[in-house]
């Protein structure tokens, strides 16, 4: 008998057409009872895919799920990734946690995406809300001889070319929140965790993991405390992930394979034209100090840059949050 995830996985992609689909032929397509067909449609609400049934017609999933394609994503990134080099998972716990424990290993991997997370993360140990099918969450890793002090604001260039990407798509009001957060809005639509592992002189690897909410709409995102925003609400369409997962994942590489010789400088014109936060008044909780002030742009290193009371400080990281009545809170 299959394990229980391997079943709720095969019901995932038997009803991802979105159509209705009888008990009993989905009881036969996937060998198990039609109980157990019951049962597991109704654990896949834990996923983010809540199934409706009715008596008469069967199991449906509302909107059914673009799901992605490994060939074709192969294909389209064919001249920047070797074959090979593109892992696709059904579930993962991180796409992060998973590339960092094969460099841990000794393997050199490169692109890992998943269509779902169980233990997805954001910055400062955060869970980032991942329904099956619906968004990106996708990692890349790179190998550089530099140590990680080289690598100072390789997040803050990666927003930068996500936000040209995506602005250049059609997507309207995208603007970035330092140091990581990619917003549409006022509403966070991405998130960015670089993790890194080596000596401190190098070498060492960067991952670049990346969460952007794609097709997520209303009925996905009710456990999300903090406002949000995906591609197909900002627009009003639904979004081909296989082909925006090819666009996404060549950007980060880009980004990536250039910023040891580059660094930030080329992006702080592109940064500052995104930059949610600029003239701002701002809290930031940093290394349990509360900094008051108004927010100035980034540093070339990838710092924040305040004016408190005349004074100007860098700061290097924590929670950054929009005074109230400063416009809308990010």
Same mark, same amino acid.
């Given at each position: 008998?299959?394990?229980?995830?391997?079943?709720?996985?095969?019901?995932?992609?038997?009803?991802?057409?979105?159509?209705?689909?009888?008990?009993?032929?989905?009881?036969?397509?996937?060998?198990?009872?039609?109980?157990?067909?019951?049962?597991?449609? !109704?654990?896949?609400?834990?996923?983010?895919?809540?199934?409706?049934?009715?008596?008469?017609?069967?199991?449906?999933?509302?909107?059914?799920?673009?799901?992605?394609?490994?060939?074709?994503?192969?294909?389209?990134?064919?001249?920047?990734?070797?074959?090979?080099?593109?892992?696709?998972?059904?579930?993962?716990?991180?796409?992060?946690?998973?590339?960092?424990?094969?460099?841990?290993?000794?393997?050199?991997?490169?692109?890992?995406? @998943?269509?779902?997370?169980?233990?997805?993360?954001?910055?400062?140990?955060?869970?980032?809300?991942?329904?099956?099918?619906?968004n990106l969450y996708v990692s890349v890793a790179q190998?550089?001889?530099?140590?990680?002090?080289?690598?100072?604001?390789?997040?803050?260039?990666?927003?930068? *070319?996500?936000?040209?990407?995506?602005?250049?798509?059609?997507?309207?009001?995208?603007?970035?929140?330092?140091?990581?957060?990619?917003?549409?809005?006022?509403?966070k639509l991405g998130g960015i965790l670089i993790e890194? !592992?080596? &000596?401190? !002189?190098?070498?060492?690897?960067?991952?670049?993991?990346?969460?952007?909410?794609?097709?997520?709409?209303? *009925?996905?995102?009710?456990?999300?405390?903090? @406002?949000?925003?995906?591609?197909?609400?900002?627009?009003?369409?639904?979004?081909?992930?296989?082909?925006?997962?090819?666009?996404?994942?060549?950007?980060?590489?880009?980004?990536?394979?250039?910023?040891?010789e580059t660094g930030l400088e080329p992006w702080l014109?592109?940064?500052?034209?995104?930059?949610?936060?600029?003239?701002?008044?701002?809290?930031?909780?940093?290394?349990?100090?509360?900094? &008051?002030?108004?927010?100035?742009?980034?540093?070339?290193?990838?710092?924040?840059?305040?004016?408190?009371?005349?004074? !100007?400080?860098?700061?290097?990281?924590? &929670?950054?949050?929009?005074?109230?009545? &400063?416009?809308?809170?990010?």
């Open positions: 008998m299959s394990p229980p995830s391997v079943t709720r996985l095969a019901l995932l992609r038997a009803l991802a057409d979105g159509a209705w689909h009888g008990g009993a032929e989905l009881a036969q397509c996937l060998g198990i009872s039609r109980a157990a067909v019951s049962k597991q449609a !109704q654990s896949l609400a834990a996923w983010g895919a809540p199934v409706s049934t009715q008596r008469a017609r069967g199991y449906r999933l509302e909107g059914g799920l673009d799901l992605l394609q490994t060939d074709r994503l192969q294909h389209l990134l064919g001249a920047v990734v070797p074959a090979g080099g593109i892992e696709l998972f059904d579930s993962l716990p991180s796409t992060n946690s998973y590339l960092m424990a094969r460099i841990a290993a000794g393997h050199w991997p490169s692109v890992c995406l @998943a269509e779902h997370q169980s233990a997805g993360r954001g910055r400062r140990g955060r869970q980032w809300h991942s329904p099956f099918g619906r190998r550089y001889e530099s140590g990680p002090a080289a690598l100072a604001g390789l997040s803050l260039a990666i927003g930068a *070319a996500l936000a040209q990407l995506l602005t250049g798509l059609g997507v309207e009001q995208v603007s970035l929140k330092w140091p990581n957060d990619v917003l549409c809005g006022g509403g890194l !592992q080596g &000596d401190t !002189q190098g070498p060492c690897w960067a991952v670049a993991g990346l969460g952007l909410n794609v097709n997520m709409l209303i *009925a996905d995102g009710g456990g999300i405390e903090q @406002a949000w925003n995906s591609l197909a609400r900002a627009s009003g369409r639904a979004w081909d992930r296989t082909g925006l997962a090819a666009q996404v994942v060549e950007a980060l590489l880009r980004v990536m394979h250039t910023f040891p014109p592109s940064y500052a034209r995104f930059d949610g936060l600029a003239g701002r008044t701002v809290h930031v909780d940093w290394a349990g100090e509360r900094v &008051d002030g108004t927010a100035r742009g980034i540093a070339p290193n990838g710092a924040l840059l305040l004016d408190c009371a005349g004074r !100007q400080r860098q700061i290097w990281g924590g &929670d950054v949050s929009v005074r109230a009545g &400063d416009g809308p809170a990010v």
